[in-house]
């Protein structure tokens, strides 16, 4: 008997930025050789998930524009339950959910909402259908799904190289972030496919990273950057506009392939005073950078819930 079986829980699928993000080279297969670190956010979309008897994955809330088929959490799910049967031929196992998931994250906005549901549910699912795979395990099969999976399943913040699967633990300050984002998305694959990509930013290296990344370089473009912002902005006049206008006010870049930009604030406050002056129609939210992601946290609280109940009562 699977001891969550008929039990609904709540996981958290937070955001998160690339406070930089340069292109260092490409690989034979297409793929772009990054260096960027990562940061979460909290401010995150929610998963709900009840546990049923079968194999059936029902996803209640679809999303707009995207097939139920297509739905990284769908493919997520659906990839955990192939690797359970390669490994298990009970047909009792129990692998089934129900999934409601409330967005609020914007989607082409660089936060890596998709990736960040698909990482939850790998993460979650493995809790809560005792597949037991490790870390390591759930980051691979991540990796098959986006290139940012593995940072939302690891839960640290980190100096990312390869496609951003390569994770160095970094702890950069927990400063509070105007996100702004005018009404446009942004494809990744067009970022990643123009010609105006710069891709020859040189490497850093995750030692040089550790000795020398100090926070209040951050913003210092000649040392960290957005290389995607460069494309980004001799394209879209809207990420263009809204940047000149916030640098204005405070140290401001891109995240990932964009459009989402973030301002960098010591406070709450600050970061909130800029938003009310925000132009009439920029999508916004003020949030705190995270070096750990809520995710590990709610899934170490419900292990260790099941484990006191089932101590009751033996
Ligand atoms: C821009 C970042 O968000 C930075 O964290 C990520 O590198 C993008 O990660 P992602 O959204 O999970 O991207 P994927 O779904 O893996 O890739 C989307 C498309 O972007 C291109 N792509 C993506 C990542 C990468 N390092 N090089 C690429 O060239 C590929 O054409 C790919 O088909
Ligand atoms: N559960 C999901 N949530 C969001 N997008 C999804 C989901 N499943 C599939 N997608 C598809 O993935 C695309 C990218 O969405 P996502 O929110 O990850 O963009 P992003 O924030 O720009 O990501 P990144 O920072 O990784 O480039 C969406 O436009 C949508 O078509």
Redesign the pocket.
């Known amino acids: 008997m699977n001891k969550y079986t008929g039990k609904t829980f709540q996981f958290p699928s937070p955001a998160k930025l690339n406070l930089f993000l340069h292109v260092v080279g490409q690989r034979k297969d297409g793929y772009h050789e990054l260096e960027t670190l990562f940061q979460f956010l909290n401010y995150s979309d929610n998963i709900e998930i009840s546990v049923t008897e079968g194999t059936e994955i029902t996803l209640l809330t679809p999303?707009e524009?995207?097939k139920n088929d297509?739905?990284?959490?769908v493919k997520a799910a659906r990839l955990l339950q192939e690797k359970i049967c390669l490994i298990n031929t009970n047909p009792l196992v129990v692998m089934g959910a129900q999934i409601r998931?409330n967005?609020i994250?914007?989607?082409?906005?660089?936060?890596?909402?998709?990736?960040s549901?698909?990482a939850t549910i790998l993460v979650a699912l493995n809790l809560l259908w005792q597949s037991d795979f490790s870390t390591e395990k759930l980051a691979e099969l991540g990796l098959s799904l986006?290139a940012?999976v593995p940072i939302f399943i690891h839960g640290f913040s980190a100096f990312a190289q390869g496609v951003g699967e390569q994770l160095t633990p970094a702890t950069p300050k927990e400063y509070w972030y105007l996100v702004s984002k005018p009404q446009i998305?942004?494809?990744?694959a067009s970022v990643f496919s123009s010609p105006d990509l710069p891709r020859d930013t040189p490497q850093l290296t995750s030692d040089n990273f550790n000795q020398y990344y100090r926070d209040e370089y951050l913003f210092d473009n000649h040392k960290y950057h957005n290389d995607c912002q460069t494309m980004v902005i001799k394209h879209y006049d809207e990420v263009a506009n809204l940047l000149a206008w916030l640098v204005e006010y405070a140290p401001s870049r891109m995240?990932?392939?964009g459009a989402c930009v973030f301002s960098r604030f010591s406070s709450e406050k600050e970061a909130i005073e800029l938003q009310k002056k925000l132009p009439n129609g920029i999508y916004s939210f003020v949030a705190q950078g995270q070096n750990k992601s809520p995710l590990i946290s709610v899934v170490k609280i419900i292990e260790n819930r099941q484990n006191e109940s089932n101590n009751w009562l033996n």
């Not at 297509?70 to 959490?73: F, R």
């Open positions: 999303i524009g995207v297509d739905n990284l959490i998931v967005k994250l914007p989607m082409g906005g660089g936060l890596g909402g998709g990736s549901n698909a986006g940012d998305s942004i494809a990744t995240t990932g392939t």
